[in-house]
């Protein structure tokens, strides 16, 4: 059974580009959520998408999006990239109170 | 609001030494508790977790935590530690909705010396 996982696994963008972010859920999850894991900082919620609907948000502005497929997969979006938003992003799937996570994608902005 | 407070950024430890990372959170509702360790260049693995019942949780890899709701504290403990746990650990709390957010702290990094 394989866990979460997420694509692609190194990313490097310039200042205003846009990127988008997949992760496919652990088998029999119907629950997906994003993190953004700075260098040196815990974890920090972004969204939370549940029956292809956001469900839950975070503090991040709309350049933060997302979408969750029928197979429960997900994609984050991130529009007019800024260098702040290099970090390493996390998705977890989740059936219940426990979450899984991916091994995550690093994203450099320049 | 809830949030979360990890004591310690750095606890640099000698080999089958005991440890402890201490770990304290608020919140006005009822929380759900969590201890994730990270290895580098990996996501959250899950060690262990405090739903209810008793305050004393055992988790993986020979860790354990105990929930004092008095202290607002979840520590977590390990009687001798490893080369191999030297890691980033973080505390989170959730609020208990179901797939509800986590809310994590900013991380210890274990260093276990030789």
């Known amino acids: 059974d394989a866990g979460v996982t997420q694509s692609p696994t190194h990313l490097i963008k310039t200042r205003g580009q846009q990127v988008t972010l997949r992760c496919s859920p652990k088998s029999g999850h119907d629950t997906v959520s994003w993190y953004q894991q700075a260098l040196g900082q815990g974890p920090q919620f972004i969204f939370q998408y549940y029956e292809e609907e956001e469900r839950q948000r975070g503090n991040f502005p709309d350049r933060f999006s997302g979408h969750q497929f029928p197979n429960y997969s997900s994609e984050l979006n991130v529009n007019a990239l800024l260098l702040g938003d290099s970090a390493l992003y996390l998705c977890?799937?989740?059936?219940?109170?426990?979450?899984?996570f991916g091994p995550g994608t690093r994203l450099t902005v320049l | 609001a809830q949030s979360v407070t990890q004591l310690d950024s750095q606890v640099p430890v000698f080999e089958e030494a005991p440890v402890e990372l201490r770990c304290n959170y608020s919140s006005s509702v009822s929380v759900y508790l969590f201890w994730y360790v990270q290895y580098p260049n990996q996501g959250l693995q899950l060690l262990l977790k405090y739903l209810s019942g008793s305050t004393l949780v055992k988790g993986i890899n020979g860790f354990e935590a105990e929930f004092n709701k008095s202290q607002t504290s979840f520590h977590l403990r390990k009687p001798s530690v490893h080369i191999s746990d030297t890691a980033e650990y973080f505390c989170a709390v959730s609020d208990g909705n179901q797939g509800g957010k986590l809310i994590f702290g900013q991380g210890t990094e274990l260093s276990v010396k030789p």
């Open positions: 977890a799937s989740s059936r219940d109170f426990f979450q899984f």
